[in-house]
């Protein structure tokens, strides 16, 4: 989520031009591990803390979960020649990831597309990218193969961190990826639609069956009503850990929303609930900056999201999130008074 966060920080800044904010683009594996180690403010990330990420935390400690945008995760590929958007099921997508299907022409992929589409698929061998650092990206897409096919589930499962994928060639970031695909043809790789919405038409990528049946390709609106299916349930509360919250498990059997894209989901800031210097040297000029920053992204900030290509935060999440900034203390004190 590197250009959204750039993005936010560069109106921000614009807004508020004292207040100076340094942001890396590392993935959210090490996202997660740096804020759990007390290098920063504030971290990033699109995935939740697993259980034993919480355990790790320093003693006495709580890392507050904060959704800051919804994304999705499309299956992108380099198939010369075909132009139409070629259609997918978890179970397939699994398969050709863990290296059962290996050609473009395998009947089961020819099964799910039009006879037209079908009749002019290429023999040629599946070339298979993934990231190859530590990615809630791959996170969200591992995750959804995992509900899709037991054999990925048993044998790789899913994580932020770096899998042993079964077969294909890891590259660097989403950048990274899209060029490996772009590079290469008869490829496939996962990626997060941002890219290609930054970038429109430099990429194909796919439509996914969702559990109503529908093959649906991914945009802002379908992601957002995805998110708006994965919440109805209701969100942890303020103070809850957010390890088996997951809006691709929540929505994965859901057969009543038809027009959802089944590879979506929240992208999270991680903040310490009681800020102080044990953390990153956080000073409360730099604490009480943070949360402004956080709390004008979750409000205000919204909406530079859908021209990047994250849809906007349901009216619930963006509820919890003002909750969770306003009870975040510096030294056990509201670091927001007028919240």
Known sequence: MYPLMQAWINTYQYLQPNIQISYAALGSGKGISGITAGLYNFGESDAPLTAAQ????????????????????????????????????????????????????????????SPSVASTLPSNPIQVYHRSDGSGTMYGFTQYLSDSNKTWAENVGYSTGVLNWPVGVGCLHNAGVAQCISGNQYSIGPLEIAYEIANPGQINYG?????????????LTNIALAVGAGVRNGLPSTDAQWSSFSVIQQTFNDTADTQIYPIATFTYALVYQDLSASYAATTQVQALDTLSFLQWVVNSGQATGAYL???????????????????????????????
């Open 309 to 339: 290509g994250y849809a906007p935060l349901p009216a619930s999440a963006v509820t919890l999130d003002n909750q969770l900034l306003a009870s975040i203390t510096y030294n056990g004190t509201p670091v927001l008074t007028g919240s």
């Open 207 to 219: 439509a996914v069956k969702n559990a109503a049946g529908h093959f649906v390709l991914a945009n």
């Open 54 to 113: 919480y355990s790790a935390l320093p003693s006495g400690s709580n890392l507050l979960t904060i959704p800051v945008s919804d994304s999705g995760v499309i299956p992108a590929y380099n198939l010369p020649g075909i132009t139409a958007h070629l259609n997918f099921t978890g179970n397939v997508l699994a398969e050709i990831f863990y290296g059962t299907i290996t050609n473009w022409n395998d009947p089961r992929i020819a099964a799910l597309q």
